[in-house]
């Protein structure tokens, strides 16, 4: 089992930075990958951003590209996503997820609890 600890959020005008940051304990050498899914009101639950865990390889959602960087530490077993340029579409509750087979998190094998981010304008 793999338990996922995700913090960090908030509230931020349009065009200010957060940075959420998970970390897993457990079982993490049969993790693959881990990231983020967020879900707005009203929507479904969607992918954000997904790093794998033995090396650097990223990928993120168009819609967050050139504003959210990906990166994690290992030794801590964290990973961060950097939140900039921020815009009022971006609210929605954050949720850490990892997987144990695929970088896009198609899987998601974990969930950490969510942590919600606002973005007024």
């Known amino acids: 089992q793999v338990k996922l600890v995700a913090s960090g959020g908030g509230s931020v005008q349009t065009g200010g930075s957060l940075r959420l940051s998970c970390t897993a304990s457990?079982?993490?050498?049969?993790?693959?990958?881990m990231g983020w899914f967020r879900q707005a009101p009203g929507k479904e639950r969607a992918f954000v951003a997904a790093?794998?865990?033995?090396?650097?390889?990223?990928a993120y959602a168009d819609s967050v590209k050139g504003r959210f960087t990906i990166s994690r530490n290992s030794a801590e077993n964290t990973v961060f996503l950097q939140m900039n340029n921020l815009k009022p579409e971006d609210t929605a509750i954050y949720y850490c997820?990892?997987?144990?087979?695929?970088?896009?998190?198609?899987?998601?094998?974990?969930w950490g609890q969510g942590t919600q981010v606002t973005v007024s304008s």
């Open positions: 997820a990892a997987d144990k087979g695929s970088l896009w998190l198609s899987g998601t094998d974990y």
């Open positions: 457990g079982r993490t050498g049969s993790l693959y990958a």
């Open positions: 790093i794998r865990w033995s090396v650097s390889t990223t």
